[in-house]
């Protein structure tokens, strides 16, 4: 069921003892989501614990910093920008067909929770979050600002891509304004520090980007070995598809990424005006109209002729 | 004399035939003040022309499409983001301490101007521009304001940086709810895209990035007889100076061009809390606190050293 702020409003001010789920290979958002909804709930005197499938990267350090919060027996299950429940990882054996409220902004959302609170076009679960606690006129703190600040921004590219709604503006604003927060450092964080592996393995990109279908698909196909032989943490390789996109003539761009079971994740970005949810979700997959996923097995080659297929189609049509 | 926006709408109302000169090595900013200005005064029946020392680079033909304008003899000369008539270039001679407005957001700003409309905390000049336009009640076309946006975009590194106001955020708010224009391609071709010689650049980068002072400067220099190995022209290397604070520890980075004449350009970048504008100071440059810039001649490696231990006394203050 679809609700509106009024209701998801009455609801967390008679909830108690709530876990919060984040997505599995968590990000700003959705980390910003928890930990913030963490704070407001904390403003209400109701305690709660925000979990996830996958440890937290310790880049986002400075949100969950306050710690996930204390043990206890649930009562209510809140997830946190999760379109599908699938994306809760190993969560979704325990609260799987158990979650009292979701709140998201995926417009692909399944509507798998008992209430769903949708803002199909919000900029980030942090966006339809601030807006809520306005709403409920809940204090933010200054610790909750930037873990909300956090979502918008890194969900919008700081306020680069489509998505990037006035409202997320607007809220960048009113923040600016209230807090005294040092925003240029968590954007600095959050877009422009690397390590010095990082920075290698970007170097490293160029001469591996592959341009398909007359430069109007790039691909950018990374080994389980390359990163052994650079020494580089799965979690670095996060941010790394908007480099598929880099060059001029680039409509689509896939990173594909190597598990430790050989499994491909593919991650595509689109440049403008192609949907790439519709053409991840003719493989399987889904999510954003300008960033999507999916994930194929077997031989690397075979994979990008399958992508370069599914690609070509889209632009034709 | 510095005047408000009330002397400056009197002052633009009854002016005519005007010139709006921009500062050589034309940026975002400096380009959208102009070309914005000039549909601002075209709105209230006023004919102006831009003129800058450099030709406008390409990547920028969005903003510069509507034309120079017509040729005339001028009658009125204004100064979009020049903060130093030095900036004029070769227009200096021409118009040096003719300058009839100047509208600025450099707080270095001299006062070089008959009267200077100077916001010396905001973004951008494009800043300043759109609040006088609406304070003026003119009517900001899309091209205007394609403009404006793009000033305070580029000058705020896309909302990341630490000048980007509230007023700036809420500016592209405003904007977007007005305005059907595709900002995230603006975005894209002003921050994400590159030719391929440029990201082959921007990997050679990586082994040049040199660290001082313990990780905490990082000097980037680049030759000419670089620039001609990899057949780059000198405007693909603007925006290059970000780059030199990538590395987690840098507090500050130096981007060092050598020019045609062997002149090295230097451009400062802070990552947080040091003032570069004071560094480029001592050594007869200038501009802001985390971006700025000076020019140094002679040999490459003596000139890193006094870079070095200007940087050194800074940190050490």
New interface residues.
């Given amino acids: 069921m679809f609700i509106g702020f009024s209701e998801a409003e009455t609801f967390l001010r008679n909830c108690r003892d709530v876990v919060i789920i984040t997505h599995q290979s968590p990000d700003g958002d959705c980390i910003g989501a928890g930990f913030g909804l963490k704070d407001i709930l904390a403003e209400i005197g109701i305690r709660s614990r925000v979990v996830c499938s996958d440890p937290f990267p310790t880049r986002y350090d400075f949100m969950t910093c306050t710690g996930a919060g204390e043990e206890f027996e649930p009562k209510t299950v809140i997830a946190v920008d999760i379109a599908d429940e699938k994306l809760m990882g190993r969560y979704q054996e325990i609260y799987g067909g158990k979650v009292n409220l979701c709140i998201d902004h995926h417009i692909s959302n399944k509507n798998y929770a008992e209430r769903t609170l949708l803002r199909g076009h919000a900029t980030a679960a942090c966006e339809v979050i601030y807006d809520l606690a306005k709403y409920m006129g809940v204090t933010i703190t200054p610790h909750c600002a930037t873990c909300l600040y956090t979502g918008i921004a890194t969900d919008s590219?700081?306020?680069?891509?489509?998505c990037?709604?006035?409202?997320a503006?607007?809220i960048?604003?009113?923040m600016?304004?209230c807090y005294d927060i040092?925003?240029?450092?968590i954007?600095?964080y959050m877009?422009?520090?690397?390590?010095?592996g990082r920075?290698?393995l970007?170097?490293?990109?160029?001469?591996l980007?592959e341009e398909r279908l007359d430069g109007k698909l790039a691909i950018l196909a990374v080994t389980q070995e390359m990163m052994e032989q650079l020494g580089i943490a799965m979690e670095e390789l996060e941010g790394f598809a908007?480099l598929t996109?880099?060059?001029?003539n680039t409509e689509v761009g896939i990173l594909m990424r190597e598990r430790e079971d050989g499994v491909f994740k593919c991650s595509f970005r689109s440049?403008?005006s192609i949907n790439v949810s519709a053409i991840c979700q003719t493989l399987g997959g889904g999510g954003h109209a300008?960033a999507a996923g999916c994930q194929l097995s077997g031989d690397m080659e075979t994979i990008k002729d399958t992508l370069t297929e599914a690609v070509r189609k889209a632009l034709e049509e």
């Fill in positions: 590219g700081c306020f680069k891509y489509d990037t709604t006035p409202r503006h607007e960048a604003a009113e600016k304004r040092n925003f240029a450092r954007n600095r877009f422009d520090v690397k390590s010095l920075l290698k970007e170097a490293k990109v160029v001469e980007l908007p996109i880099q060059l001029e440049a403008d300008k």
